[in-house]
């Protein structure tokens, strides 16, 4: 029982290396990983070759799927070349079980040493987070020593030798158990390593460790799949293809399996390096064959799994992928993509705002609710996502932008709530008082609801460049705006005592307009402080003594 359970936590070490290592990787390369394997990339053997450096670097194959069907998913890459970079990717793991095969036990000491010593001194730093690399690293050739270790004595207990007894070399019933195996450790490389051992301590034969390799493969196909089971058809689609080629590897092998045994047999070297050989070779040459047949494959793929049009509903978040929620970057990254498109809803209820005040179309139409409703939705999914990532871990910068996204988040919710309200007055006016906006009025009116929208965007763009010079001219607009809206309101006054019946019976409505335009156009500005408050000290005063000079 006790050898059982060291083998167990050193496949839980193995584990808890590759995940370590991932998330270390991502955290510092993951943006440059996904501009790698995010673009839609026209040569095959580029994304091929990308799928290959991906996995070598985050040792995992699991972890690749994963941000390629993300891609997908949101619609940043397309499906075929998703396809090309996960047969790439069975490649790279296949890679990266030869390599850390190799003596290196004297690496792992000093990988631990070193790594944590930087982590725990720099924590929040590159080096830092380079430095959890190297832990997860070492972590990984440790328990690879201590997987060995483990099940030397199994191999010599009569009941193992029975249990692996039963497999007579049948592929479809090894590939099962190699298939399960890899499910139950988490890991293809996991089970692919046990085999290897297995092997070399003559408890299994070698057709039964070679099914149980090629099962192996299907299992992490299989955990793929099951991982995508909350995503959309588009990010399933790319596991399937993963799923069905590794299938085909396998129809495709069992004709030739018997005379591959027996000239790998016939080689001068151990059945450890028989197997893990056997594992590169499958692999490589099963994706190099398949290669050619990812346009079909990803056709057949969005036959199976089609996308299902929405049709009714509130708006869905697009780019709030869980998976990133381990890389501060890459989250912060589609959390800000997620609330420009709460902006693009408001300037769309900007402009159908406009439509009310001219008369065009009622107060608050069934399209007003949805995008409010739109609004809410996206605000929500944004303020839970930012919510799962640890602040402690949080580097000053990562911190300052997930402080800028709630807040623009924020602002826009409440921009949304004050669009609302504002047509809702504007409806009562209509239908129970049957007044409307004097032609000058509304002239005026419009006028400033067109600065409005032009402040809205340029928010948006300060947001998103964080540039120091188009933050500054946010808030020049922002002074122009509030000097303007002065000048309306004067105007308006003078109206009213020149007696301008209109201007009378829509005196109350017209000023308050004004006014929850000018907190409208607060709130669109908002942006322009953080950017100026981060770059310089000092911005904000010369910019308000040279604004104030110049505003009219």
Not at 59 to 87: H, I, R, Y
Not at 248 to 271: A, K
Not at 406 to 426: G, P, Q
Request: hydrophobic letters at 50%.
């Amino acid at each position: 029982m006790l050898t059982l359970l060291n083998l167990l936590s050193a496949v839980a070490l193995l584990i808890w290396g590759t995940h370590i290592v991932r998330t270390g990787i991502l955290r510092v390369y993951g943006s440059n990983l996904r501009h790698v394997i995010g673009r839609n990339m026209s040569k095959r053997w580029l994304a091929f070759l990308s799928g290959i450096a991906v996995t070598a670097m985050v040792q995992s194959s699991n972890a690749t799927a994963m941000l390629v069907t993300s891609f997908v998913g949101q619609g940043l890459m397309a499906l075929t070349p998703a396809l090309v970079t996960m047969l790439g990717a069975d490649v790279g793991t296949a890679l990266m079980a030869r390599v850390l095969t190799f003596d290196l036990s004297w690496l792992s000491p000093l990988l631990i040493f070193l790594g944590v010593i930087f982590f725990l001194s720099r924590k929040q730093t590159r080096l830092g987070q380079m430095g959890r690399v190297a832990i997860g690293l070492g972590l990984i050739i440790l328990a690879l020593q201590l997987i060995v270790e483990a099940a030397d004595p199994i191999t010599h207990a009569k009941g193992v030798k029975v249990i692996f007894a039963s497999l007579t070399g049948d592929i479809l019933l090894d590939a099962l158990m190699g298939a399960l195996f890899a499910m139950i450790s988490y890991s293809s490389l996991a089970a692919v390593l046990l085999t290897a051992t297995l092997a070399g301590a003559k408890v299994i034969s070698l057709p039964v460790a070679l099914g149980l390799v090629i099962g192996a493969n299907i299992g992490s196909g299989v955990l793929a799949f099951l991982s995508t089971s909350m995503q959309n058809p588009a990010g399933r689609q790319v596991a399937l293809g993963s799923l069905l080629y590794k299938l085909i590897g396998l129809l495709l092998i069992i004709p030739v399996l018997d005379p591959l045994v027996h000239w790998i047999d016939s080689l001068d070297y151990s059945p450890q390096e028989m197997v893990i050989g056997f594992h590169l070779l499958y692999n490589t040459v099963r994706c190099l064959i398949l290669l050619p047949t990812v346009s079909p494959m990803a056709r057949f793929c969005a036959w199976v799994l089609p996308e299902t049009p929405q049709i009714n509903g509130t708006a869905k978040p697009r780019h709030l992928d869980p998976t990133a929620l381990v890389t501060p970057s890459l989250a912060l990254a589609n959390a800000s993509r997620e609330t420009l498109r709460m902006g693009d809803l408001i300037d769309h209820m900007l402009e159908a705002m406009l439509d009310v005040l001219q008369g065009k179309q009622s107060a608050v139409t069934q399209e007003m609710r949805r995008l409010s409703d739109d609004v809410e939705a996206l605000y929500s999914a944004i303020k839970l996502y930012l919510a799962q990532m640890p602040r402690e871990d949080l580097s000053d910068q990562d911190s300052r932008r997930w402080a800028e996204i709630i807040e623009l988040a924020i602002n826009l919710k409440l921009a949304s709530d004050l669009i609302e309200r504002m047509l809702r007055k504007v409806q009562q006016q209509k239908t129970s008082q049957r007044r409307s906006f004097s032609e000058v009025g509304l002239e005026e009116l419009a006028g400033l609801h067109s600065q409005l929208i032009v402040n809205l965007r340029l928010g948006l763009s300060v947001f998103l460049s964080a540039d120091k010079e188009s933050a500054r001219q946010l808030l020049r607009e922002k002074r122009r705006f509030r000097a303007q809206e002065r000048r309306l309101a004067h105007a308006h006054v003078s109206r009213l005592q020149r007696k301008i019946v209109q201007s009378i019976e829509t005196s109350s409505l017209h000023l308050e307009m004004i006014a929850d335009m000018k907190r409208l156009n607060s709130l669109f500005c908002g942006s322009a402080y953080v950017v100026l408050e981060n770059s310089d000290t000092g911005a904000l005063a010369v910019d308000d003594l040279a604004d104030i000079t110049h505003s009219p």
